[in-house]
């Protein structure tokens, strides 16, 4: 089973940006379809986006699409979530999944306005 750990999250004002990373240990990440899913404050999941093994597909919610893209590097076992245009309710814990079912365990992502 893979392992999946998050990074960059942190705090950032409205209308700014950050990159989240997600590292996947194992030989089987680049088989795998990946998503971002977050949880904000007192919610449940929400899925935000998803990428085909190759990286030739992706996918958005309609409430981050034209603002974050997905993408990966299957040469390093990462994948990416580059978020623009942040706006105060995307504040959330953001998790990288495979589709295997295995996900990490968070990265905060707070916007300020």
């Known amino acids: 089973e893979v392992q999946l750990v998050e990074s960059g999250g942190g705090l950032v004002h409205s209308g700014g940006s950050l990159r989240l990373s997600c590292a996947a240990s194992?030989?089987?990440?680049?088989?795998?379809?990946m998503n971002w899913l977050r949880q904000a404050p007192g919610k449940g999941f929400e899925w935000v986006s998803g990428?085909?093994?190759?990286?030739?597909?992706?996918s958005y919610a309609r409430f981050v699409k034209c603002r974050f893209t997905i993408s990966r590097d299957n040469a390093k076992n990462t994948l990416y979530l580059q978020m623009n245009r942040l706006k105060t309710e995307d504040t959330a814990v953001y998790y990288c999944?495979?589709?295997?079912?295995?996900r990490g365990q968070g990265t905060q992502v707070t916007v300020s306005s």
């Open positions: 999944s495979a589709n295997s079912g295995s």
């Open positions: 194992g030989c089987t990440f680049r088989y795998t379809s």
């Open positions: 990428i085909s093994p190759s990286g030739g597909t992706t």
